[in-house]
Protein backbone atom coordinates (compact mmCIF):
# COMPACT_ATOMS: atom_id res chain seq x y z
CA UNK A 1 0.00 0.00 0.00
CA UNK A 2 1.22 3.28 -0.94
CA UNK A 3 -0.72 5.11 1.32
CA UNK A 4 0.42 9.33 1.00
CA UNK A 5 3.07 10.37 -1.74
CA UNK A 6 4.73 13.53 -2.54
CA UNK A 7 5.99 14.64 -5.55
CA UNK A 8 8.78 16.72 -6.11
CA UNK A 9 10.79 15.18 -3.05
CA UNK A 10 12.92 18.31 -3.53
CA UNK A 11 13.10 21.36 -5.34
CA UNK A 12 15.25 24.45 -6.01
CA UNK A 13 12.68 27.71 -6.78
CA UNK A 14 13.89 30.93 -7.74
CA UNK A 15 11.99 33.82 -6.14
CA UNK A 16 8.67 35.17 -7.55
CA UNK A 17 8.23 31.27 -9.53
CA UNK A 18 5.07 29.39 -9.27
CA UNK A 19 5.24 26.02 -8.11
CA UNK A 20 2.78 23.29 -7.25
CA UNK A 21 3.27 20.23 -4.68
CA UNK A 22 1.21 17.41 -5.43
CA UNK A 23 -0.09 14.75 -2.98
CA UNK A 24 -1.87 11.44 -3.37
CA UNK A 25 -3.24 9.75 -1.12
CA UNK A 26 -5.02 6.01 -1.73
CA UNK A 27 -6.51 5.34 1.61
CA UNK A 28 -9.73 6.98 0.81
CA UNK A 29 -9.55 9.40 3.50
CA UNK A 30 -11.99 12.42 3.97
CA UNK A 31 -9.27 14.28 5.40
CA UNK A 32 -5.91 16.09 4.29
CA UNK A 33 -3.40 18.96 5.32
CA UNK A 34 -0.09 20.55 4.37
CA UNK A 35 2.06 21.46 7.26
CA UNK A 36 5.36 23.41 6.76
CA UNK A 37 8.08 22.09 9.27
CA UNK A 38 10.95 24.86 9.77
CA UNK A 39 14.03 24.34 12.46
CA UNK A 40 12.76 25.49 16.08
CA UNK A 41 9.02 26.12 15.25
CA UNK A 42 7.88 22.21 14.90
CA UNK A 43 4.91 21.63 12.27
CA UNK A 44 2.23 24.61 11.16
CA UNK A 45 -0.82 23.96 9.12
CA UNK A 46 -1.06 25.66 6.08
CA UNK A 47 -4.07 24.44 4.71
CA UNK A 48 -6.75 21.93 5.38
CA UNK A 49 -9.52 20.04 3.80
CA UNK A 50 -12.35 17.61 5.71
CA UNK A 51 -13.72 16.49 2.92
CA UNK A 52 -13.70 16.68 -1.37
CA UNK A 53 -14.73 19.97 -2.19
CA UNK A 54 -13.86 22.20 0.48
CA UNK A 55 -10.98 23.51 2.43
CA UNK A 56 -10.25 25.57 5.15
CA UNK A 57 -7.41 27.93 5.92
CA UNK A 58 -4.69 26.82 9.15
CA UNK A 59 -2.58 28.57 10.99
CA UNK A 60 0.00 30.00 8.41
CA UNK A 61 -1.90 30.32 4.65
CA UNK A 62 -0.77 33.43 3.00
CA UNK A 63 1.11 32.68 -0.17
CA UNK A 64 -0.76 29.08 -0.40
CA UNK A 65 -3.54 27.99 -2.01
CA UNK A 66 -5.12 24.78 -2.30
CA UNK A 67 -7.73 22.74 -4.00
CA UNK A 68 -9.59 19.37 -3.00
CA UNK A 69 -11.38 18.32 -6.77
CA UNK A 70 -11.54 14.32 -5.78
CA UNK A 71 -11.08 12.38 -2.27
CA UNK A 72 -7.25 11.35 -3.81
CA UNK A 73 -5.64 14.69 -4.09
CA UNK A 74 -4.73 17.55 -2.50
CA UNK A 75 -2.15 19.69 -4.23
CA UNK A 76 -0.51 23.16 -2.80
CA UNK A 77 0.49 25.90 -4.64
CA UNK A 78 2.65 28.87 -4.31
CA UNK A 79 1.83 31.63 -6.31
CA UNK A 80 5.12 33.84 -6.47
CA UNK A 81 7.20 31.84 -4.38
CA UNK A 82 9.40 33.73 -1.24
CA UNK A 83 12.51 32.92 0.42
CA UNK A 84 10.54 32.34 3.81
CA UNK A 85 9.04 29.87 2.13
CA UNK A 86 11.93 27.69 2.02
CA UNK A 87 10.71 24.77 4.47
CA UNK A 88 10.03 21.22 4.34
CA UNK A 89 6.60 20.83 3.39
CA UNK A 90 4.22 17.40 4.61
CA UNK A 91 1.09 16.59 3.45
CA UNK A 92 -1.24 14.21 5.87
CA UNK A 93 -4.87 12.63 5.71
CA UNK A 94 -7.14 11.20 8.23
CA UNK A 95 -10.07 9.39 7.87
CA UNK A 96 -12.46 10.99 10.04
CA UNK A 97 -11.06 14.05 11.44
CA UNK A 98 -12.35 15.17 15.29
CA UNK A 99 -13.34 11.45 16.04
CA UNK A 100 -11.56 9.39 18.82
CA UNK A 101 -8.27 8.98 17.81
CA UNK A 102 -8.36 9.90 14.42
CA UNK A 103 -4.40 9.40 13.33
CA UNK A 104 -2.85 11.75 10.54
CA UNK A 105 -0.73 9.84 8.11
CA UNK A 106 2.17 11.85 6.70
CA UNK A 107 4.12 11.61 3.39
CA UNK A 108 7.21 11.59 3.05
CA UNK A 109 7.98 15.62 2.50
CA UNK A 110 8.97 18.13 -0.31
CA UNK A 111 12.34 19.83 0.97
CA UNK A 112 11.57 23.27 -0.83
CA UNK A 113 14.30 25.57 -1.55
CA UNK A 114 13.23 29.57 -2.90
CA UNK A 115 16.42 31.16 -3.68
CA UNK B 1 -5.10 29.56 19.27
CA UNK B 2 -2.31 26.83 20.88
CA UNK B 3 0.45 27.52 22.84
CA UNK B 4 2.63 23.64 23.78
CA UNK B 5 6.23 24.10 24.72
CA UNK B 6 8.15 20.93 25.42
CA UNK B 7 12.09 20.80 25.60
CA UNK B 8 14.58 20.72 22.93
CA UNK B 9 17.06 18.13 23.74
CA UNK B 10 17.31 15.38 25.89
CA UNK B 11 19.79 12.41 26.17
CA UNK B 12 19.71 9.29 27.75
CA UNK B 13 21.95 5.97 27.98
CA UNK B 14 20.53 2.72 26.24
CA UNK B 15 18.44 0.83 28.28
CA UNK B 16 17.25 3.55 30.57
CA UNK B 17 13.55 5.51 30.76
CA UNK B 18 12.82 9.04 29.40
CA UNK B 19 10.53 10.87 30.33
CA UNK B 20 9.78 13.97 27.58
CA UNK B 21 7.09 16.46 29.22
CA UNK B 22 4.33 18.71 27.28
CA UNK B 23 2.70 21.61 28.82
CA UNK B 24 -0.31 23.27 26.22
CA UNK B 25 -2.19 26.38 26.99
CA UNK B 26 -5.08 26.24 24.14
CA UNK B 27 -8.46 27.69 23.17
CA UNK B 28 -10.22 24.57 23.01
CA UNK B 29 -9.12 20.82 23.16
CA UNK B 30 -10.43 17.26 22.02
CA UNK B 31 -7.28 15.37 22.64
CA UNK B 32 -3.66 15.11 22.78
CA UNK B 33 -1.38 13.11 19.92
CA UNK B 34 2.35 12.27 20.07
CA UNK B 35 4.29 11.54 17.18
CA UNK B 36 7.83 10.09 16.31
CA UNK B 37 9.88 11.51 13.81
CA UNK B 38 13.38 10.62 12.72
CA UNK B 39 15.53 12.80 10.88
CA UNK B 40 14.69 13.11 7.28
CA UNK B 41 11.58 11.28 7.79
CA UNK B 42 7.88 11.71 7.89
CA UNK B 43 6.12 11.39 11.80
CA UNK B 44 4.45 8.26 13.02
CA UNK B 45 1.61 8.21 15.41
CA UNK B 46 2.71 6.62 18.69
CA UNK B 47 -0.50 7.51 21.11
CA UNK B 48 -3.60 9.31 21.71
CA UNK B 49 -4.79 10.97 24.96
CA UNK B 50 -8.46 12.40 25.22
CA UNK B 51 -9.65 11.98 28.89
CA UNK B 52 -7.22 11.94 31.81
CA UNK B 53 -4.72 9.20 32.85
CA UNK B 54 -2.20 6.65 31.53
CA UNK B 55 -2.30 4.95 28.25
CA UNK B 56 0.60 2.08 27.57
CA UNK B 57 1.65 0.88 24.71
CA UNK B 58 4.85 -1.61 24.95
CA UNK B 59 7.75 0.36 25.91
CA UNK B 60 5.93 3.27 25.55
CA UNK B 61 2.96 5.23 27.89
CA UNK B 62 1.67 8.68 27.90
CA UNK B 63 -0.11 11.04 30.13
CA UNK B 64 -2.80 13.36 30.43
CA UNK B 65 -3.78 15.51 32.94
CA UNK B 66 -6.41 18.15 31.43
CA UNK B 67 -6.86 20.13 34.28
CA UNK B 68 -3.04 21.10 34.69
CA UNK B 69 -2.84 21.47 31.02
CA UNK B 70 0.66 18.46 30.31
CA UNK B 71 0.89 15.38 29.07
CA UNK B 72 4.50 13.58 28.98
CA UNK B 73 5.33 10.47 26.99
CA UNK B 74 7.31 7.93 28.81
CA UNK B 75 9.86 5.51 26.81
CA UNK B 76 10.97 2.75 28.75
CA UNK B 77 14.16 0.52 27.94
CA UNK B 78 15.28 2.81 25.42
CA UNK B 79 16.87 0.84 22.50
CA UNK B 80 19.08 3.15 20.26
CA UNK B 81 16.56 3.26 16.99
CA UNK B 82 14.37 5.17 19.80
CA UNK B 83 16.54 8.48 18.62
CA UNK B 84 14.17 10.54 16.91
CA UNK B 85 11.84 13.72 17.49
CA UNK B 86 8.90 13.51 19.85
CA UNK B 87 6.03 15.81 18.96
CA UNK B 88 3.09 17.22 21.11
CA UNK B 89 0.13 17.78 19.08
CA UNK B 90 -3.32 19.20 20.27
CA UNK B 91 -6.43 18.90 18.54
CA UNK B 92 -8.68 21.90 19.22
CA UNK B 93 -12.74 21.73 18.92
CA UNK B 94 -11.88 22.34 15.04
CA UNK B 95 -9.87 19.15 14.53
CA UNK B 96 -7.37 20.39 13.81
CA UNK B 97 -3.93 19.82 15.27
CA UNK B 98 -1.37 22.28 16.86
CA UNK B 99 2.15 20.63 17.54
CA UNK B 100 5.18 21.19 19.78
CA UNK B 101 8.26 22.25 18.49
CA UNK B 102 9.56 18.41 19.22
CA UNK B 103 11.72 17.06 21.51
CA UNK B 104 15.17 15.47 20.34
CA UNK B 105 16.08 12.44 22.13
CA UNK B 106 19.27 10.88 21.59
CA UNK B 107 20.27 7.51 23.22
CA UNK B 108 23.52 6.69 23.64
CA UNK B 109 25.68 3.36 24.41
Known amino acids: TAGITQAPTSQILAAGRSMTLRCTQD?????MYWYRQDLGLGLRLIHYSNTAGTTGKGEVPDGYSVSRANTDDFPLTLASAVPSQTSVYFCASSDSPGQGADTQYFGPGTRLTVL | GQNIDQPTEMTATEGAIVQINCTYQ??????LFWYQQHAGEAPTFLSYNVLDGLEEKGRFSSFLSRSKGYSYLLLKELQMKDSASYLCAVRDNDYKLSFGAGTTVTVRA
Open chain 2, 26 to 31: TSGFNG
Open chain 1, 27 to 31: MRHNA
